[in-house]
């Protein structure tokens, strides 16, 4: 069963668990589940998806109920009326906060404007050798990206070399390798953990957070991050 979030009738929004591909894609292959069917299934009526979260990204994910309210979400959206917060653990210590501004070529070669805001939460030091280190460096951001590029914070945040851990494409898979032969964890650490949004109809203003999930806690508690806001 779905968790669900928020539900009223326009709209109906879900914690994604990571693994489960929002609908059917040609750049995410095929896959036995998906968010849109699951949840058609489990409330017994159709749902229509306002965007779209990573097959390994977990966390908030909207839909509405019909297709007028999906036109004035997706015209929120494309206007960026529409907040998102993501959390992720980055390998090293990034800055404080940064604004990234780095275009992006999307699935279809088009280079695109794509810009991220983060700041860093908490910082990390464990008795992990890596290479040359005897020891490993990992941060908590919140990012907010303020434009929805495909892939975008995955891209951004290697575009500053401080990859995401356990992101393989866009990622540092001798790192992930080594959380792996370690403690037995690939997991993607980034979650959508806020989407805020004017509803479509009455214009209150809506905010609908999503815990993390376990494997998520174990990462944190090996790095002893304190994600009790998040849990």
């Known amino acids: 069963m779905l968790e669900i979030l928020y539900r009223d009738e326009h709209l109906i929004a879900i914690n994604k668990p990571s693994g489960l591909l ?14 849109i069917q699951e949840l058609k299934k489990q409330i017994g009526q ?17 839909f509405t109920l019909d297709r007028e309210t999906l036109r004035i979400m997706s015209d929120q959206f494309a206007t960026r009326e529409v907040e998102k917060k993501y959390i992720a653990i980055l390998r ?42 005897q020891t490993s460096r990992y941060c908590l951001v919140e990012a907010t990206p303020e434009t929805g590029r495909f892939h975008q914070l995955r891209k951004h945040f290697k575009h500053i070399l401080h990859p995401i851990l356990g992101c393989r494409k866009h990622g540092c898979n001798k790192q992930n390798k080594l959380w792996l032969q370690t403690f037995g964890i690939s997991k993607m650490t980034l979650h959508a953990h806020q989407l805020a949004f004017n ?18 806690k174990k990462i944190g508690d ?8 998040y849990s």
């Open 222 to 229: 090996i790095l002893n991050l304190d994600l009790s806001a």
């Open 46 to 62: 159709k749902v229509y998806p306002v965007h779209r979260l990573d097959r390994k990204t977990s966390g908030v994910l909207l």
């Open 92 to 133: 090293g210590w990034a800055k404080e906060e940064e604004t990234i501004d780095y275009d992006l070529v999307n699935e279809n070669e088009v280079t695109q404007n794509a810009v991220t805001y983060y700041r860093r939460l908490q910082t990390s030091e464990i008795d992990l050798p890596f290479l040359k280190h």
């Open 199 to 216: 509803h479509p109809i009455s214009g209150e203003k809506i905010t609908i957070n999503a815990t993390i999930d376990n494997d998520f």
């Open 22 to 35: 929002v609908h059917k894609s040609f750049y995410s292959g095929e896959a036995d589940t998906y968010a």
